[in-house]
């Protein structure tokens, strides 16, 4: 086990708390939820203090364990049982209005798809990468990026969106 100083996991924390609330964004679709699973993640890192190889590593683990924890939270009964609140407005985004618009659209995808193309396209990782994230096959992140596109493409002509 690592032992870091506060100011160490202070820098982790700034690092990853932007990252990691808009993965629970993606998965739980509400701000407060999503702040919980943050304070969670980060409460469960300074319990275990792995040790990481490097950055990248770093950054895996983080998103496998946020990945984790939501799904953990959309599996319980208390979660299945409340009434949602979708809250999109929330997710702090960089760019312009149009950005925001297709943020939103993708939100709207399932989840399957929607983790697979959050990933990829605001996260920047590689079809590889998130097959290791996610513990697929990189031909089912493929088949996903691919289907979220086309169903991205069809809910944006239905909105009037397109062009």
């Known amino acids: 086990m690592q032992k870091w100083s506060e100011e160490e996991f202070r820098l982790l924390y700034d690092r990853y708390i932007d990252m990691l609330y808009k993965i629970c964004m993606v998965y739980l679709k509400n701000e407060s939820d999503a702040r919980d699973g943050v304070q969670e993640i980060f409460l469960k890192l ?3 203090k792995p040790d990481f190889s490097d950055q990248e590593h ?3 683990w983080l ?3 946020a990945k984790n924890h939501c799904i953990n939270q959309l599996n319980s009964s208390w979660f299945r049982k409340r ?3 979708d809250d999109w407005s929330a997710i702090p985004s960089e760019g312009k209005r149009e950005g925001t618009e297709l943020l939103e659209l993708v939100m709207q995808l399932p989840v ?3 983790e697979s193309m959050y990933l990829y396209y605001y996260e920047g990782y590689s079809v ?3 097959s290791r994230i996610l513990d697929r096959k990189e031909s089912t992140i ?3 990026l691919a289907a979220g596109r086309e169903k991205l493409k069809q809910q944006m002509g239905e909105c ?3 062009g």
């Open 112 to 114: 399957k798809f929607r």
């Open 46 to 48: 300074w319990e275990k």
């Open 63 to 65: 998103i496998r364990l």
């Open 58 to 60: 770093e950054k895996a």
């Open 83 to 85: 009434t949602s609140i």
């Open 128 to 130: 590889r990468e998130i």
């Open 160 to 162: 009037g969106t397109e």
């Open 142 to 144: 493929q088949s996903r």
